[in-house]
């Protein structure tokens, strides 16, 4: 597309509109001063009418004029060109005769002498075609000056006025879309131009925002879906081995379990990415469920470690909060605290209005303390994507609920040096049910 150039635009408009203003002022010029001359002309006329119907009245005959370049002439008596003149134009008051001849005519009604017309020979008296030429000359320059000052306001006007706008064009241009502008306030004027760039800059910040969310919702579905995928797996491969009802009803029952997680995740991270944050929900949600997915979902993270699961959360403990947000949230806490806890307690509990998931792992380096929940900030020895506690932090801010109800506490104690013949994986669906099917 090819784009015409805005500041010659401008510049162009400018100067078109000085010279049509510089035209019709000079012919408004000339026509005032012919304006000016004929009311003149008409003036004396009329004292010459009054002269006239004033003499009338003291006899027959026409009176003698007062003006040198006047004369008065009977209603029949006109010269043969002015009765012509005013046969063919009744209404005529000026005419150009031979030889240059110019006359101004009036008609003058009496009741004694009958009608009578005052004629002025003007030709010799006339102030503005004499001069008509040299006039137009001048105006002809005065216009010529106008558009020369025109032009040379009209470019520089231009050229202020296209300045940050061609600044801003360029600075679009040269935009990368992973460095997006975010300020743009003091760079641009108070004006329409700087309401342009405050358009543009919230229209990139909502670019910005949408591949951001694009770029988390790829990542946080990689990580909140890989347990439950791994859960899956297994217990596939369990059941297309296993000749035992109730061990393939336990396995059926942990792929029902990890189904519903990877279902309800999907619906939190999509929750997560939409632009708008969601209406508070007025759902009442259990907790209990929510937790116990997440611990039977996640309980291969123990496998092999001394840790002791104590788990105090009340049955009939409901809040306001939807369950996939809940679901993430909770199962980032969960599988946090699995992971990273080698031997001790892992205590998940509730503690008046809030859910405590506590445990006597490592814990977070005090270095990343202040952004432990950003995007992709881990300690250099963690095996995750840094993604958990960033996931946590979003959905409680998008999904922020009161909690309330009444807490009961259950506790698991179990040796550590405790060992058992059999197979790994069986023993994890088979406890797993167990734990599942008490909470």
């Known amino acids: 597309m090819k784009y015409r150039s805005l500041r010659r635009t401008i510049a162009t408009a400018f100067l078109a509109m000085a010279v049509f203003a510089g035209v019709c002022g000079g012919l408004l010029a000339i026509l005032f001063a012919y304006t000016t001359e004929d009311h003149i002309f008409d003036r004396l006329l009329a004292l010459e009418a009054a002269h006239l119907e004033g003499s009338i009245g003291q006899g027959e005959s026409l009176p003698e004029p007062e003006l040198p370049f006047s004369s008065y002439y009977q209603a029949g008596t006109l010269p043969a060109f002015l009765q012509a003149a ?3 134009e009744p209404g005529r008051r000026e005419v150009f005769g031979e030889d240059g001849k110019h006359y101004h005519l009036r008609r003058v009604a009496s009741a004694s002498a009958g009608p009578a017309w005052i004629v002025l020979e003007v030709q ?20 010529l000056a106008i558009t020369l000052i025109a032009a040379i306001a009209g470019a520089y006007v231009a050229h202020r006025v296209t300045g940050p706008l061609r600044s801003l064009a360029a600075e679009v241009s040269a935009l990368q879309p992973e460095n997006l502008p975010t300020e743009w306030q003091r760079r641009y004027p108070a004006d329409e131009v700087g309401r342009l760039a405050d358009t543009l800059r919230e229209a990139f910040r909502r670019i910005h925002r949408f591949i951001d969310r694009e770029q988390r919702f790829t990542e946080d579905a990689s990580h909140e879906l890989r347990t439950p995928l791994t859960v899956i797996e297994s217990s596939v491969a369990m059941l297309a081995r296993s000749r035992d009802a109730d061990q393939a009803e336990a396995l059926i029952g942990r792929i029902r379990s990890a189904a519903m997680a990877m279902h309800l995740s999907v619906d939190g991270l999509l929750a997560l990415a939409r632009e708008d944050r969601p209406e508070r929900s007025v759902e009442r949600t259990a907790v209990l469920p929510i937790v116990e997915r997440s611990v039977v979902n996640h309980a291969s993270l123990l496998d092999g470690k001394a840790v002791q699961l104590s788990v105090a959360v009340d049955p009939d403990w409901r809040v306001a909060g939807d369950p996939a947000a809940l679901q993430v949230l909770i199962a980032n806490l969960v599988s946090n605290a699995f992971r990273y806890t080698e031997e001790g307690t892992v205590r998940i509990e509730r503690d008046g209005n809030d859910l405590l998931v506590i445990d006597s792992g490592v814990g977070i380096d005090p270095a990343l303390k202040p952004e432990v929940t950003k995007h992709a900030v881990k300690s250099s020895d963690s095996p995750g994507l840094g993604l958990g506690l960033s996931i946590v932090e979003r959905s409680v801010v998008n999904h922020a609920s009161l909690l309330d109800g009444k807490a009961v506490q259950l506790s698991v104690a179990v040796d550590p040096d405790w060992r058992v013949a059999g197979d790994p994986a069986a023993l994890q669906v088979l406890i797993a049910n167990l734990v599942s099917n008490a909470f």
Do not use: F, M, S, W
């Not at 001069?131 to 320059?141: D, E, K, N, P, S």
């Open 86 to 88: 005013l046969e063919a």
């Open 124 to 143: 010799d008296y006339l102030a503005v075609r004499p001069v008509l030429t040299g006039i137009t000359l001048v105006l002809a320059l005065a216009i």
